[in-house]
């Protein structure tokens, strides 16, 4: 009996995780992350142009390619249930600000590199999947990037990416956890400490 009962758990979990990856279409998430990938190298990292003009653009694909109302939602966790209307808003507003700012910067360490792709791979949550992609470097291995991509009503928007097994949106719901836990300004704390923090990104 125990032998059935594992055998039909482990069927469960494996029929959700090809329901869950077959209610979207993987090449079309794969396509997407290389225009992205594509459009930030090749026209903005590489363009000849400003800075101040690259990081104009950046701010336009990012907004576009990103979902963060919906990582910025996963980052708080079940402080979001909590946090009032208007503390959600200016909470989505700070943390979408500040992370198009650092990831404009953090692209810059892909200039005159490629994006390998590797195919995707499932994802246990309905309507997502992952994107795998490898970098080359300079020195030693290549870079791992994997790029969780959520689709709603049609629309491929990037909720997470994973550098060398670290989830970007997990760690940062770790860090903001345990910064709200810890600060007797809770959730006012963490969205002027983040407000600190755009402040200081747009000086440099």
């Not at 910025?72 to 909470?91: E, I, S, Y």
Request: proline share 3%; glycine share 6%; no cysteine.
């Amino acid at each position: 009996m125990k032998k059935i009962t594992t055998f039909l758990i482990g069927a469960a979990v494996a029929l959700f995780g090809i329901r869950a990856y077959a209610d979207m279409d993987a090449t079309i998430a794969e396509k997407f992350i290389k225009d992205t990938t594509a459009e930030g190298v090749e026209q903005i990292i590489n363009a000849d142009i400003p800075q101040a003009e690259k990081d104009k653009r950046f701010h336009k694909l990012l907004d576009n390619a990103l979902d963060l109302d919906f990582i910025g939602q996963f980052v708080l966790g079940r402080n979001w249930k909590t946090a009032n209307p208007q503390q959600r808003d200016r909470f989505i507003t700070t943390y979408r600000d500040l992370n198009i700012l650092t990831w404009s910067k953090r692209f810059n360490e892909f200039k005159g590199k490629n994006f390998v792709f590797k195919g995707t791979t499932p994802s246990s949550s309905k309507g997502q999947v992952f994107v795998n992609t490898v970098v080359p470097m300079d020195q030693g291995e290549p870079a791992q990037v994997k790029w969780r991509v959520r689709e709603k009503k049609g629309a491929y928007k990037i909720v997470d990416i994973v550098i060398e097994g670290v989830s970007l949106a997990q760690a940062s719901r770790s860090e903001y956890t345990a910064f709200i836990k810890n600060n007797p300004g809770g959730l006012d704390a963490l969205i002027s400490d983040l407000k600190n923090k755009l402040k200081k990104a747009q000086e440099k």
